[in-house]
């Protein structure tokens, strides 16, 4: 039986991305049939009166799988964010960020292989902000024992599945003592009792990122709170080529929404310029998450074939512009086809 996957082809270069992606996916035969939801300004736009609307989370909660383009969130007004709504009324706590140095993308740095995994519900990425008085803004950082533990828990054990050796705490509890303080408390805990087989290190954010810029190849899982690591994704994207590189993944118990780590790209938007490959490289991680997940070989095939059709697209110079190319979304996703 082939899985059905919700598509939410989002905002901006969302629904182009999107489309690039499914030819890829049915070409390389993943046993996937697709149900298109809104979200965003796409679902306002449709007249659904809600940039989340309730058919779109609950198609996800019936099927348990989506590929999700990225969503618009205006600056400084206007609606929150779709994406912090999603993750927060699916419980996708857990985002995974994989950030490799590719074949034929030259970039300052050879043999990045890490992983950002970042808490996905809390800190002040949640948004609670309040004016308190005239002219005083309070934003709010939360952090709970439950999820700094659950975050630090499925770090570890990704790390354990995924054989790597090493965890770094990204943190700033020399300032938050208790909100940032609170996570280091539980990931030594979680480390000392379970996974002390993986090494762990505890570094203050700041100094981490010039670590991070000087030689990238020292880190293997880096495990933050929200807000840093949404910060610190777009900083190991440029280690890599750029945001058209870079996948994720949003994980909740019930629930796995697969979507690149960039936005919606306002500046080239319609324009059928926007690199397709993050999104695809989600796809080929949503593609291992069922063949895992649901034991189902055809997925891991699909997945070993793109992978290796992409790379050799790379190699070939067969990219798109932000990689030096001159390649349109839909004629890179062609040359990935004809490598396939
Ligand atoms: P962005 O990631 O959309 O763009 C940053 C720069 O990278 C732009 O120059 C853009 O052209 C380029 N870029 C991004 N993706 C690319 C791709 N696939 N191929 C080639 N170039 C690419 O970040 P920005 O401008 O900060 O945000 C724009 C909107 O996206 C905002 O409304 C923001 O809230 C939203 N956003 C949504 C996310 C999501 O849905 N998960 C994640 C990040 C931002």
């Given at each position: 039986?082939?899985?059905?996957?919700?598509?939410?082809?989002?905002?901006?270069?969302?629904?182009?991305?999107?489309?690039?992606?499914?030819?890829?996916?049915?070409?390389?035969?993943?046993?996937?049939?697709?149900?298109?939801?809104?979200?965003?300004?796409?679902?306002?736009?449709?007249?659904?009166?809600?940039?989340?609307?309730?058919?779109?989370?609950?198609?996800?909660?019936?099927?348990?799988?989506?590929?999700?383009?990225?969503?618009?969130?205006?600056?400084?007004?206007?609606?929150?964010?779709?994406?912090?709504?999603?993750?927060?009324?699916?419980?996708?706590?857990?985002?995974?960020?994989?950030?490799?140095?590719?074949?034929?993308?030259?970039?300052?740095?050879?043999?990045?292989?890490?992983?950002?995994?970042?808490?996905?519900?809390?800190?002040?990425?949640?948004?609670?902000?309040?004016?308190?008085?005239?002219?005083?803004?309070?934003?709010?950082?939360?952090?709970?024992?439950?999820?700094?533990?659950?975050?630090?828990?499925?770090?570890?054990?990704?790390?354990?599945?995924?054989?790597?050796?090493?965890?770094?705490?990204?943190?700033?509890?020399?300032?938050?003592?208790?909100?940032?303080?609170?996570?280091?408390?539980?990931?030594?805990?979680?480390?000392?009792?379970?996974?002390?087989?993986?090494?762990?290190?505890?570094?203050?954010?700041?100094?981490?990122?010039?670590?991070?810029?000087?030689?990238?190849?020292?880190?293997?899982?880096?495990l933050c709170e929200n807000l840093y690591g949404d910060i610190v994704s777009d900083l190991c994207a440029g280690l890599v080529g750029g945001l058209g590189v870079c996948p994720g993944a949003n994980f909740g118990d019930d629930a796995a929404v697969f979507e690149a780590v960039?936005?919606?790209?306002?500046?080239?938007?319609?324009?059928?310029?926007?690199?397709?490959?993050?999104?695809?490289?989600?796809?080929?991680?949503?593609?291992?998450?069922?063949?895992?997940?649901?034991?189902?070989?055809?997925?891991?095939?699909a997945a070993e074939r793109i992978e290796a059709a992409y790379g050799k697209a790379l190699v070939d110079g067969a990219t798109t512009r932000d990689l030096g190319g001159t390649l349109g979304t839909f004629e890179f996703a062609d040359?990935?086809?004809?490598?396939?």
């Amino acid at each position: 039986m082939d899985h059905t996957i919700v598509l939410l082809p989002g905002d901006g270069i969302g629904p182009e991305v999107t489309d690039a992606v499914v030819h890829v996916l049915e070409r390389a035969g993943a046993p996937f049939v697709y149900t298109t939801r809104l979200a965003g300004q796409a679902a306002v736009d449709a007249g659904k009166g809600d940039t989340l609307p309730e058919e779109t989370l609950q198609a996800i909660r019936e099927h348990r799988l989506a590929l999700k383009g990225p969503c618009t969130t205006p600056i400084g007004k206007g609606f929150s964010s779709v994406n912090v709504g999603l993750r927060k009324r699916l419980n996708l706590y857990a985002a995974v960020r994989p950030v490799r140095s590719l074949p034929g993308v030259s970039t300052r740095f050879d043999g990045v292989d890490l992983v950002v995994v970042r808490e996905n519900t809390e800190g002040l990425y949640a948004g609670i902000e309040n004016e308190i008085v005239d002219g005083v803004i309070v934003s709010m950082k939360v952090a709970t024992r439950a999820a700094c533990h659950r975050i630090a828990h499925w770090a570890f054990r990704y790390a354990n599945q995924k054989r790597r050796a090493k965890v770094s705490l990204f943190h700033k509890a020399n300032i938050m003592k208790m909100s940032d303080g609170l996570l280091l408390e539980e990931a030594r805990k979680v480390h000392a009792i379970d996974y002390s087989n993986i090494a762990y290190e505890e570094l203050i954010i700041d100094a981490a990122h010039m670590k991070l810029v000087q030689d990238p190849s020292r880190f293997d899982i880096i495990l933050c709170e929200n807000l840093y690591g949404d910060i610190v994704s777009d900083l190991c994207a440029g280690l890599v080529g750029g945001l058209g590189v870079c996948p994720g993944a949003n994980f909740g118990d019930d629930a796995a929404v697969f979507e690149a780590v960039h936005g919606s790209a306002p500046d080239i938007a319609g324009k059928k310029l926007a690199n397709p490959l993050a999104l695809l490289m989600s796809a080929v991680m949503l593609l291992r998450h069922v063949s895992d997940s649901r034991a189902d070989a055809r997925c891991a095939v699909a997945a070993e074939r793109i992978e290796a059709a992409y790379g050799k697209a790379l190699v070939d110079g067969a990219t798109t512009r932000d990689l030096g190319g001159t390649l349109g979304t839909f004629e890179f996703a062609d040359a990935v086809v004809q490598r396939l």
